[in-house]
């Protein structure tokens, strides 16, 4: 069981907005930032997010990020079929003294 | 451009031992950290620990210490991470990952199968 939660599945047709949750604790989300990342199907992660709502050079605008209090979320407008992927929030945990990571969401483009 | 690549895969008995190796290129290497994060057969990410190439420290997740051992080869740009006393549930692919605040670049993992 993930120290954050997110929701295992999401989905939506092309050019459609979604949005992906993930829910922490004071322990980590509500202290630290949230990075994101999108794992294509048989590849490594690859870094989507990082401080909450940063974009690495190179990832489209179409993704963005936000954190409130102990939760945060993953926008993704323009929906393509090249985002199917696992979606995957993390962020540092004070208790634990470890990076955790969501459960992952596998979104689908219907 | 940044690479971290891996060593490939592995088949292990219960109860051995498995090094994995990271070869970084492409950016100093004792200016950002390693960490090794492992994803088990259609499950998500589990982060293990870090370390760093400039002065040899490490930090480990509770739940693998006393089993794993990250080490580091300046000379070659290489770190290892050694898993030991492996179970049939230690079966997964494992990345390495640099940075410290976030994790930019990825190996391409290394699969590890513990069977008998």
């Known amino acids: 069981q993930s120290v954050l939660t997110q929701p295992p599945s999401a989905s939506g047709t092309p050019g459609q907005r979604v949005t992906i949750s993930c829910s922490g604790s004071?322990?980590?989300?509500?202290?630290?930032?949230v990075n994101w990342y999108q794992q294509l199907p048989g590849t490594a992660p690859n870094l989507l997010i990082y401080?909450?709502?940063q974009r690495p050079s190179g990832v489209s605008d179409r993704f963005s990020g936000s954190k409130s209090g102990t939760s945060a979320s993953l926008a993704i407008s323009g929906l393509q079929s090249e985002d199917e992927a696992d979606y995957y929030c993390?962020?540092?945990?004070?208790?634990?003294?470890?990076?955790?990571f969501g459960g992952g969401t596998k979104l689908t483009v219907l | 451009q940044v690479q971290l690549v891996q060593s490939g895969a592995e088949v292990k008995k219960p109860g051995a031992s498995v090094k994995v190796s990271c070869k970084a290129s492409?950016?100093?290497?004792?200016?950002?950290?390693i960490n090794w994060v492992r994803q088990a057969p259609g499950q998500g990410l589990e982060w293990m620990g870090w370390?760093?190439?400039?002065?040899?420290?490490?930090v480990y997740a509770q739940k693998f210490q006393g089993r794993v051992t990250m080490t580091r080869d300046t000379s070659i740009t290489t770190v290892h991470m050694e898993l030991s006393s492996l179970r049939s549930d230690d079966t997964a692919v494992y990345y390495c990952?640099?940075?410290?605040?976030?994790?930019?670049?990825w190996g391409q993992g290394a699969l590890v199968t513990v069977s008998s």
């Open positions: 370390m760093s190439p400039n002065t040899g420290k490490t």
């Open positions: 993390a962020t540092r945990n004070d208790s634990l003294n470890t990076w955790v």
């Open positions: 004071s322990s980590d989300i509500g202290t630290y930032p």
């Open positions: 990952a640099r940075g410290s605040y976030y994790f930019d670049s």
């Open positions: 492409g950016y100093t290497f004792t200016r950002y950290d």
């Open positions: 401080s909450n709502n």
